[in-house]
């Protein structure tokens, strides 16, 4: 009885082997639409094609609580709770905050050039076509002028891209990097927001422009953080979060800002 048990033991382990192999076969590269949630900001993996190399984007648009948690006070009293886009900041002061969680991090992120938004907006290698990002049906997939009711919404509340990525049409806009048709004190921007009609919404909707300085009530900005060269593999990808999160305290914070930690259970992306 106990050889058949060792036997059928051997044969268990060796079809679990199997499988495991089957499902890693060495190869460390991410996988399109994996999460990567490096410092609690979580990422979405898009595969590259052409010109464009594999890079990380942001699920949603980065949102007030994730603002605060970086720079140690939120952008305006009143938000540091807020699960809603960040709006009313320039490009100049996106700038700032990047560099600082490049800091508290160890890593690279940045803002997405049109091209990536585009390819990511679009559904990368996994495109479906559609008109808007993950639909051709807006209201399925953006806050714009006849759902929104004039306002600005919490991020990730209506249906992804192909890819697993929210807002990407509607809510507001997103800040590139790209300079706005070679002048570099004024970027581009993508994306279409909540007051307009569908038809600015469309990932094909010409592109608009914002000066360095400048704050919008309907701009706001996503993440990118480039694969290559980051040590990001389809294993570490899986990783909880090590080193700094947006979970870490911050010393010697004002009085009205969260100094805290906000439940994994509370928090929205």
Same mark, same amino acid.
């Given at each position: ?23 890693? &076969? ?81 890593r690279t992120y940045r803002l997405p050039t049109v091209a990536e938004w585009v390819f990511a ?19 399925? %997939? ?29 809510? %507001? ?21 909540? &007051? ?36 990001v593999d389809a294993t570490s990808a899986q990783q909880e979060p090590t080193g700094w999160s ?7 914070? %004002? %009085? ?14």
């Amino acid at each position: 009885m106990k050889k058949v048990f060792k036997i059928l033991l051997v044969i268990a382990l060796t079809v679990l082997c199997y499988e495991t192999v089957a499902q890693n &076969p060495g190869d460390t590269q991410p996988k399109n639409g994996q999460v990567f949630d490096p410092n609690r900001i979580a990422m979405i993996y898009v595969e590259g094609q052409g010109d464009i190399n594999g890079f990380y984007i942001g699920r949603t648009e980065v949102t007030d609580r994730v603002w605060t948690a970086v720079m140690g006070r939120p952008r305006v009293k009143g938000v540091e709770d807020s699960s809603g886009p960040v709006i009313e900041v320039s490009w100049l002061e996106v700038q700032g905050f990047i560099k600082k969680l490049n800091e508290l991090s160890g890593r690279t992120y940045r803002l997405p050039t049109v091209a990536e938004w585009v390819f990511a907006a679009k559904g990368g290698t996994l495109s479906q076509g559609y008109i808007y990002s993950g639909s051709n049906t807006i209201g399925e %997939v953006a806050r714009y002028s006849k759902n929104s009711k004039g306002n600005r919404w919490v991020v990730g509340t209506l249906k992804p891209n192909e890819l697993g990525i929210y807002d990407m049409t509607g809510n %507001v806009y997103e800040m590139c990097e790209d300079c706005w048709k070679g002048n570099c004190n004024k970027r581009a921007f993508k994306g279409g927001a909540y &007051p307009y009609s569908a038809k600015w919404n469309r990932i094909d909707a010409k592109g608009w422009n914002v000066k360095l300085n400048t704050k919008r009530y309907d701009v706001g900005f996503r993440l990118v953080l480039q694969a290559e060269g980051t040590g990001v593999d389809a294993t570490s990808a899986q990783q909880e979060p090590t080193g700094w999160s947006i979970y870490t305290p911050r010393p010697k914070v %004002v %009085v009205w800002t969260v100094e805290a930690i906000i439940p994994d259970e509370e928090w929205n992306y």
